[in-house]
């Protein structure tokens, strides 16, 4: 799959070494912003066009929170199949160095279509990323997105709505769980068109005896008032 030019842009003149050192400290890390007003309005607005989904998941139903989100159906819409490809292409060697530090194999490979293709022949077929709408009241219990044996370390929320404008609340939450110690809790705060980078699962933290894993989830506060849309991209594929 061809990446367009203008997520590669993007991605690329975004300031990587702040990005990486936050995420070795904090486990996530903001961008600049990456979607103008007008595209966040467009994505949100494909939330009601169902055509575009293969599934639809309220959350109160399953005890994952309140609210509602939905898949992407294959073919994936070209922008955000582009943006996936150009993210996953920047993470990749972040994700190798992870893996080599936490002992595991260190196989990421370049590019997004060929790491889709292990995804694949490992039976996990759907794509991952989503549409999430949050009204008031709304909230997203700590999780984490793993849906198969493969999992890419790292993937990102975009916030398409405009805080303090659109919603008021729904702050993005992640929680790191450290060996042998209480559980540190981290809020971001997201300009309209701006993405959090975050851990999936596990990371490597650096430690007097050497490096350790702790374990990573996310959520969404509760939204005051308004309605929060989100944009959320995961790198590999569901079973």
Same mark, same amino acid.
């Given at each position: 799959?061809?990446?367009? +030019?203008?997520? *590669?842009?993007?991605?690329?003149?975004?300031?990587?070494?702040?990005?990486?050192?936050?995420?070795? *400290?904090?486990? /996530?890390?903001?961008?600049?912003?990456?979607?103008?007003?007008?595209? /966040?309005?467009?994505?949100?607005?494909?939330?009601?066009?169902?055509? &575009?989904?293969?599934?639809?998941?309220?959350?109160?139903?399953?005890?994952? !929170?309140?609210?509602?989100?939905?898949?992407?159906?294959?073919?994936?819409?070209?922008?955000?199949?582009?943006?996936?490809? #150009?993210?996953?292409?920047?993470?990749?060697?972040? #994700?190798? #160095?992870? #893996?080599?530090?936490?002992?595991?194999?260190?196989?990421?490979?370049?590019? &997004?279509?060929?790491?889709?293709?292990? /995804? $694949?022949?490992? !039976?996990?077929?759907?794509?991952?990323?989503?549409?999430?709408?949050?009204?008031? !009241?709304?909230?997203? /219990?700590? $999780?984490?997105?793993?849906?198969?044996?493969? %999992?890419?370390?790292?993937?990102?929320?975009?916030?398409?709505?405009?805080?303090?404008?659109?919603? *008021?609340?729904?702050?993005?939450?992640?929680?790191? %769980?450290? +060996?042998?110690?209480?559980?540190?809790?981290?809020?971001?705060?997201?300009?309209?068109?701006?993405?959090?980078?975050?851990?999936?699962?596990?990371?490597?933290?650096?430690?007097?005896?050497? *490096?350790?894993?702790?374990?990573?989830? $996310?959520?969404?506060?509760?939204?005051?008032?308004?309605?929060? &849309?989100?944009? !959320?991209?995961?790198?590999?594929?569901?079973?």
């Amino acid at each position: 799959m061809q990446t367009s +030019p203008a997520p *590669t842009r993007k991605v690329d003149a975004l300031d990587w070494p702040r990005i990486e050192t936050e995420l070795a *400290t904090r486990g /996530c890390a903001t961008t600049d912003v990456l979607f103008s007003p007008e595209e /966040c309005s467009a994505l949100a607005a494909l939330y009601d066009e169902a055509g &575009h989904f293969r599934s639809r998941v309220v959350m109160q139903r399953h005890g994952f !929170g309140q609210g509602e989100y939905q898949y992407f159906a294959n073919p994936l819409p070209p922008s955000i199949a582009s943006w996936r490809s #150009a993210l996953y292409e920047r993470l990749a060697p972040l #994700a190798n #160095a992870w #893996a080599v530090a936490m002992g595991q194999p260190a196989d990421y490979p370049t590019d &997004h279509a060929s790491y889709l293709a292990r /995804c $694949h022949a490992a !039976g996990q077929l759907r794509p991952t990323p989503l549409l999430l709408r949050y009204d008031e !009241g709304d909230y997203n /219990c700590l $999780h984490q997105d793993l849906y198969g044996d493969l %999992q890419f370390p790292l993937q990102l929320t975009v916030l398409l709505s405009r805080p303090g404008e659109d919603f *008021t609340g729904g702050e993005f939450v992640l929680t790191e %769980q450290r +060996p042998r110690m209480q559980s540190r809790a981290e809020v971001v705060a997201l300009a309209q068109g701006e993405a959090v980078i975050f851990a999936v699962n596990q990371r490597p933290v650096a430690g007097t005896r050497g *490096t350790y894993r702790v374990t990573m989830r $996310h959520g969404v506060s509760r939204v005051r008032a308004g309605r929060r &849309h989100t944009l !959320g991209i995961i790198f590999h594929d569901a079973r």
